[in-house]
């Protein structure tokens, strides 16, 4: 249950941070690229403090694989904050950019765990996924 609350969290967060940017891209007429020099600049203020906070004694413990996969999925993180101001920019709705994103998302996450990770998805999940799409193709049909 745990993992619940902390998904909860990251999602008001990500919410917060979305209504933010869709604000400031309308109303300050500031540009996508500034906006986001801006926030990868508040991105890395960000990641050192908490660097500081988490306190890693032993980063020498891991090997190289480990440490240069860390990095690409941290390199990664500014193309997606990237992607979706432009997204934000180009949509009245912003609830449009998070049906698509979160969609993509889940499928991605549900293949992964099924290929990468050898775990078994419930039919259940399947169906519950399937339906998602469903109400995702409903909505992109009457935007």
């Known amino acids: 249950m745990l993992w619940f609350i902390f998904a909860s969290l990251a999602a008001l967060i990500s919410t917060s941070s979305k209504i933010i940017i869709k604000f400031l891209l309308n109303k300050k007429k500031i540009s ?55 997204s934000f920019s180009l949509v009245s709705n912003l609830a449009l950019t998070g049906v698509i994103f979160a969609v993509g998302v889940t499928i991605s996450l549900l293949l992964a765990t099924v290929y990468f990770f050898n775990v078994k998805v419930k039919t259940n999940v399947i169906i519950g996924i399937f339906i998602a799409l469903f109400g995702v193709s409903i909505i992109m049909i009457h935007k």
């Not at 020099?37 to 480990?66: H, M, R, V, Y």
């Open 32 to 86: 996508v690229n500034e906006l986001s020099s801006i926030i990868f600049i508040g991105s890395s203020i960000s990641a050192f403090l908490l660097f500081l906070l988490l306190k890693p004694a032993n980063l020498s413990k891991f090997n190289n694989d480990t440490i240069v996969l860390g990095i690409i999925a941290g390199l990664l993180i500014p193309f997606i904050t990237y992607t979706l101001n432009k």
